[in-house]
């Protein structure tokens, strides 16, 4: 897979790619609280770091790039669960899993730059 450095083309690509992921997930009690979850978390991120780039002030810009950074490191958390609810979409969910650490190390880079 190529990788995109434009940030909020790779982060919207991200969300897709959990939605599109979430559709084969089957409904039950437990992977409708995972499913939400995820697409919130999984969403976000693209949304956290489009506000990010039109900050207003340095601090603005701190602020949603750490809210990316958590949401990033939540998604790894739950395709974690989700893998454990629905092992046969564990290989799927370890791509995304990766994507979301990569983005994750990103946003942990940028913000560590601004202290």
Known sequence: ????????????????????????????????????????????VGANYSEADDAVSKKDFK????ISKKESRECKHFLRMIWTAEPKLKDEAKVLWQEAKELNLIFNAIFNKLK
């Open 1 to 44: 897979m190529n990788k995109i450095y434009d940030l909020e083309e790779r982060t919207a690509v991200f969300g897709e790619n959990i939605i599109e992921f979430l559709k084969k997930v089957p409904g039950n009690r437990i992977n409708n609280e995972l499913i939400t979850q995820l697409v919130k978390a999984g969403t976000s």
């Open 63 to 66: 602020n949603k790039i750490g």
